[in-house]
């Protein structure tokens, strides 16, 4: 397995590969969302939300799996890929591998977010449901892969999925020079990896920070102990649903993220509920983790120009329902 860290140079190609393939999507302030973030504790701040929830399969991650399965030869091609995820991931694979013609089979746990399923299934992924976790899935996603020949697909592993997804920062920055603080979702890493290398590289003074749910602390935990760590795995945002540390997104983090911030799921719950009412923006709760990070903890974002990556749009029914009828606070 290659886990080299891709360079600027990788993330520049990934740019031009892609190009035309996915939306450049806006970056927004808003005047309702500013208050609030103040009005919270943040005095002074503003807000700058990059709107991948409006990506094409609504999320950032058709942007890695573009630029992995368009340098496929066309003999890997022709043997397919093989993925595991909660969903958005497994989207984005389906979506690629049928813009190249590849098959794809995508291995999620049981009980998915229907939205999630039945959209793979749309691309005409197959899709097989096993075990209670991500790690389940993983381990039968390893073993069809090996049996077929076919391209096993990891989470965060794969530097050709960092470069792609490093392409929304390098937009970001484009579209919002001014900014201080970037604030990611982490789950197992890419987003977040990816936007400390193009800042690394670009905007050096911008601090990185990232957003785990406390329910599912895996990558936290990893990055605050500098070694791989499994951990309990129970938080309702499937995007952020990893229960361990990958190699290569943990090694980017440990050089450039600037800080780690934990938040509970009502907490990312509150932020997608902000989010409708202040931004008319539907987040799934992984895509409202990055603001829940920034209200939980407004005493590091005071007059700082805050860009908030909103990873993803995919919320069932049911976690939007709970978003407006929970507490208002
Ligand atoms: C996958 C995902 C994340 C987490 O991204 P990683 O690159 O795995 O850390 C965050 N938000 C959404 C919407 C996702 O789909």
Not at 21 to 31: E, I, Q, W
Not at 63 to 73: K, V, Y
Not at 133 to 146: G, V
Not at 245 to 261: C, D, K, V, W, Y
């Amino acid at each position: 397995m290659d886990l080299t860290p891709p360079t600027l140079t990788d993330v520049l190609a990934a740019r031009r590969r892609i190009d035309g393939l996915v939306v450049r999507t806006p970056a927004m302030s808003y005047h309702a969302l500013d208050r609030l973030v103040q009005e919270a504790g943040a005095g002074g701040s503003q807000v700058v939300v990059k709107h991948e929830n409006l990506q094409r399969t609504g999320a950032f991650k058709i942007r890695g799996a573009l630029n992995l399965i368009h340098q496929l030869s066309s003999d890997a091609r022709l043997r397919g890929i093989v993925g595991y995820s909660t969903g958005n991931h497994a989207q984005a694979l389906a979506d690629a591998a049928r813009e190249v013609g590849a098959p794809c089979t995508i291995v999620m746990p049981s009980a998915p977010n229907p939205i999630k399923e039945r959209a793979v299934r749309a691309l005409g992924a197959r899709v097989v449901l096993h075990g209670e976790s991500l790690d389940d899935a993983r381990r039968l996603a390893t073993a069809t892969a090996h049996d077929r020949g076919a391209r096993l697909v990891s989470a965060a592993d794969e530097p050709e999925l960092v470069a792609g997804v490093a392409t929304a920062t390098l937009e970001l920055l484009e579209q919002a020079p001014d900014l201080d603080v970037l604030v990611v979702p982490v789950g197992g890493g890419s987003g977040a990896a990816a936007a400390c290398l193009v800042t690394a590289a670009l905007a050096p003074h911008v601090r990185v920070v990232g957003v785990q749910s406390a329910a599912s602390p895996a990558a936290h935990d990893s990055w605050r102990a500098g070694e791989l760590l499994g951990r309990r795995n129970g938080t309702r945002a499937e995007g952020l649903a990893v229960g361990r540390g990958f190699a290569l997104t943990q090694g980017i983090l440990r050089s450039h993220l600037a800080e780690f911030l934990l938040v509970d799921d009502d907490s990312i719950s509150h932020a997608q509920r902000a989010l409708l009412t202040t931004t008319r923006t539907v987040a799934e709760g992984a895509g409202a983790a990055a603001l829940a990070g920034v209200l939980a903890h407004t005493e590091q974002f005071v007059g700082a120009r805050v860009g908030v990556v909103c990873s993803g749009g995919n919320a069932s029914e049911a976690e939007l329902r709970r978003a407006l009828t929970g507490p208002e606070r």
